[in-house]
């Protein structure tokens, strides 16, 4: 089982800019998928970004404004959000989808 703890969500305002991390409690390697999913209210999960190896997928809704990324000797993953809007307001969460691990979710609100 691995453990994941986020932190970096809050309060922007639209068109800003917010970094989320999150940090592993072990090692895992690179051909295993880290990534950010998200939940808003009344909605389902949503994937946004997921790495695997040097395989990258976005969700269409935030592409080319998130960027995701992985410091291995670090045991983190951390999403660069960019040119937020509101209807990305929500719970994000940190998974390892290989060991049904996930975070404790980081909430994000984009307001003005």
């Known amino acids: 089982q691995v453990q994941l703890v986020e932190s970096g969500g809050g309060l922007v305002q639209p068109g800003g800019s917010l970094t989320l991390s999150c940090t592993a409690s072990?090692?895992?390697?690179?051909?295993?998928?880290m990534g950010w999913y998200r939940q808003a209210p009344g909605k389902q999960r949503e994937l946004v970004a997921i790495l695997r190896g040097a395989t990258t997928t976005y969700a269409d809704s935030v592409k080319g404004r998130f960027t995701i990324s992985r410091d291995i000797a670090k045991n983190t993953v951390a999403l660069q959000m960019n040119s937020l809007k509101p209807e990305d307001t929500a719970v994000y969460y940190c998974s390892t989808p290989d060991f049904d691990s996930w975070g404790q979710g980081t909430q994000v609100t984009v307001s003005s």
């Open positions: 072990r090692s895992i390697g690179t051909m295993y998928a």
